[in-house]
C-alpha cells in the first residue's frame, strides 16, 4: 500500500484555482514531485524540486510543501489541465513510492 | 529529442516468463539510472525497479523482488526487465523512465522524466 495518501477525486471551475495534496512522514525528509496522467497516455513530469516546472509545462502549475505535506496548485485550471495527477516521493525503505493518485475534473 | 520506447509486452500465462525492453534515445544513456514503474488497469503507478547508471546497483519493490530482474547494456542504449514466474497481478502497462536528482541545502530531489509510452503486459491463462 502506498505511503502518500491523495485525495481521491477533486473538482474545480474552470479559470478558478485547485490545490491537490500529497500526505506521507516521508515528504518531512524528501521533496515531492509531480505527475500528470491523461487517459491512454504515459505520464508527464509537471513539477520538481522545490517548485520548479519542465519545459513546455504552464506557469500555472506550481508546487509548494509544508511538513508531511506536498501540494500541486493549479491556478486558474483550463480544459486540459483534466487528468490524474500523482505524487511521488520515498517510503520507509528510501524506495521511491507514488501517492494514490487525485483525479481533477473541470467543470 | 530525449526518448524511451518500451517493446516486449504481450499476453503469458501465469507462470511463465517474459522480457521487457527500453530504448533510450537523445541523451547520453550510461550516466542516468532508469526505472521500471508500473501502472495496473485502472489502478495507480507503482515503481517497480531502478538500475544505477553503470548497473552497479538494482533495486526492487517488494511485489517483484526475486521474480524480476533489471539490467542494462550501455553498449546498446537499452534496458531491460527479465519478469519471471508471473502471476495475474503483475498484469499492467509498463513504462521506463529516467532518474534525475540533485542535492541542495535543503535537501535531496528525486523525479522521473521523460516516461516511455508505456507496453501492457498480460499475465492470464
Known amino acids: 500500500s502506498s505511503e502518500l495518501t491523495q485525495d481521491p477525486a477533486v473538482s474545480v471551475a474552470l479559470g478558478q484555482t485547485v490545490r491537490i495534496t500529497c500526505q506521507g512522514d516521508?515528504?518531512?525528509?524528501?521533496?515531492a514531485s509531480w505527475y500528470q496522467q491523461k487517459p491512454g497516455q504515459a505520464p508527464i513530469l509537471v513539477i520538481y524540486?522545490?517548485?520548479n516546472r519542465p519545459s513546455g509545462i504552464p506557469d500555472r502549475f506550481s508546487g509548494s510543501s509544508s511538513g508531511n505535506t506536498a501540494s500541486l496548485i493549479i491556478t486558474g485550471a483550463q480544459a486540459e489541465d483534466e487528468a490524474d495527477y500523482y505524487c511521488?516521493?520515498?517510503?520507509?525503505?528510501?524506495?521511491?513510492?507514488f501517492g494514490t493518485g487525485t483525479k481533477v475534473t473541470v467543470l | 529529442q530525449v526518448q524511451l520506447v518500451e517493446s516486449g509486452g504481450g499476453m503469458v500465462q501465469p507462470g511463465r516468463s517474459l522480457r521487457l525492453s527500453c530504448a533510450a534515445s537523445?541523451?547520453?544513456?550510461?550516466?542516468?539510472?532508469i526505472h521500471w514503474v508500473r501502472q495496473a488497469p485502472g489502478k495507480g503507478l507503482e515503481w517497480v525497479a531502478v538500475?544505477?547508471?553503470?548497473?552497479?546497483?538494482?533495486y526492487y519493490a517488494d511485489s517483484v523482488k526475486g521474480r524480476f530482474t533489471i539490467s542494462r547494456d550501455n553498449s546498446k542504449n537499452t534496458l531491460y526487465l527479465q519478469m519471471n514466474s508471473l502471476r495475474a497481478e503483475d498484469t499492467a502497462v509498463y513504462y521506463c523512465?529516467?532518474?534525475?536528482?540533485?542535492?541542495?541545502?535543503?535537501?535531496?530531489?528525486?523525479?522521473?522524466?521523460?516516461w516511455g509510452q508505456g507496453t501492457l503486459v498480460t499475465v492470464s491463462s
Open positions: 523512465a529516467r532518474d534525475r536528482y540533485y542535492y541542495d541545502s535543503s535537501g535531496y530531489y528525486n523525479w522521473f522524466d521523460p
Open positions: 537523445g541523451f547520453t544513456f550510461s550516466a542516468y539510472g
Open positions: 538500475i544505477w547508471y553503470d548497473g552497479s546497483n538494482t
Open positions: 516521508s515528504l518531512r525528509s524528501y521533496f
Open positions: 524540486g522545490k517548485n
Open positions: 511521488n516521493s520515498r517510503d520507509s525503505s528510501s524506495n521511491p513510492v
